[in-house]
């Protein structure tokens, strides 16, 4: 408490109306802080071999920590960043671990599982036969609801941990308790890892969901401040609210959805594709292949002949070089969007390094000797490719 007093009196103490004040004038008037500026035993340093009470209060801080993860799902609920069916088992999980606090560790999260789960033929769904539609029902649905799951657990441990550690400090059952915290939310982080890495648009929406409705509600609040300021009359603001309204009730009867891109659009997303003058991009695209890699697949090897460009529209891969030093290099790992082998395809010289899968990769190749067809055709774009080239160094 005194150090939240403080907190405050720092935030209060000066202001250019009334001027500075002094903590010890203030105190005199706060008595139940009275005693609290000595030399305080923390309720969690116990005598050694007193097991009971350690269970007790290791028992106890786990409680706070589920009570803080329910209060911030409940805040999420309000927020619109969850919705009342995801906020009911996110609830229910906290409700089974409470009962579990005395003879395990943290295990809220073991309610969530079954919701949260990545086949690992979804790694594969990408691929161009199969329809898009029948990939968004195979996934979407699924993916959606093990995303928002995941999402709001990470953060409401995250907000429960702060807590936490302001109210009890750094001892030594509150540091249990946050490393089980934290240990239980690596499978959330290892599903969202994936969802990003195959289908990076599922958290696209996701997230334009949650902030679009995030900035509606803001709206709304700000009309009714400015009404209650005086700066807007009443017929203003009921007009205001009522396109507000509309928007929201629009967001939640038609929300942005998840859709599939086709090869032909995946392609047109890809940064070098992107940027290609559209008199350059239908020759480039009729010469590329598209495939499927499984994670460890060697691309290249360093060393190795030139054999075409890998353009990476999902997952991602990791280079490696003997010659290279690493210590000044860029990030080993390299996700979706980029362009591998263009500089040794423009220059004609062996490979700079090794590149290897990391994930399932969806990419697409082309042929150097088609990179050298499109260079002879129009001079234009060996000054284009020069300019959009990326070595790995």
């Not at 969530?112 to 691929?127: K, T």
Request: with cysteine.
């Amino acid at each position: 408490m005194l150090n939240k007093a403080l907190e405050a009196f720092g935030d209060l103490r000066d202001d250019e109306e009334l001027g500075p004040v002094d903590w010890v004038n203030v105190k005199k008037y706060i008595t139940c802080l009275n005693n609290l500026e000595d030399e305080q035993a923390h309720p969690h340093d116990v005598p050694d071999k007193d097991d009971h009470v350690h269970t007790m209060n290791l028992k106890d801080t786990r409680v706070r920590l589920l009570n803080g993860v329910q209060a911030a799902y409940w805040g999420m609920l309000e927020e619109g960043r969850i919705t009342q069916s995801t906020a009911n088992i996110l609830m229910r999980s906290v409700d089974e671990a409470m009962d579990l606090v005395s003879s395990q560790s943290l295990c809220d999260w073991k309610g969530l599982r079954s919701n949260v789960h990545f086949p690992n033929y979804y790694r594969f769904l990408q691929m161009s036969r199969l329809p898009r539609r029948l990939v968004t029902y195979f996934t979407v649905e699924r993916l959606e609801l093990g995303c928002y799951i995941c999402a709001a657990f990470l953060r409401a441990h995250r907000i429960a941990r702060r807590q936490l550690h302001d109210f009890l400090g750094d001892s030594e059952i509150a540091r249990i308790v946050i490393d089980e915290s934290i240990a239980a939310g690596e499978e959330a982080k290892k599903f969202l890892e994936d969802v990003r890495v195959t289908f990076p648009q599922v958290l696209r929406v996701l997230k334009t969901r949650q902030v679009t409705y995030a900035v509606l509600t803001h709206l709304s609040e700000y009309i009714q401040d400015l009404g209650k300021t005086g700066l807007l009359e009443e017929k203003e603001i009921v007009h205001l609210d009522d396109a507000l309204q509309t928007d929201l009730k629009k967001l939640k009867r038609n929300p942005p959805l998840v859709k599939m891109p086709r090869v032909r659009e995946l392609l047109n997303t890809h940064p070098l594709v992107g940027a290609l003058p559209a008199a350059l991009r239908d020759p480039l695209l009729s010469n590329t292949k598209e495939t499927i890699k499984g994670h460890g697949t060697v691309l290249y090897t360093e060393g190795s002949r030139p054999t075409g460009v890998w353009l990476v529209s999902s997952g991602i891969v990791k280079w490696t070089s003997q010659r290279l030093c690493t210590r000044h290099s860029l990030d080993p790992i390299l996700s979706h969007g980029s362009t591998l082998g263009l500089y040794e395809a423009l220059i004609g010289k062996p490979y700079i390094c090794d590149i290897i899968t990391e994930s399932v990769v969806h990419c697409f190749f082309i042929e150097a000797e088609k990179i050298e067809q499109l260079r002879q055709s129009d001079p234009s774009i060996e000054d284009f490719m020069w300019q959009r080239k990326k070595p790995v160094m």
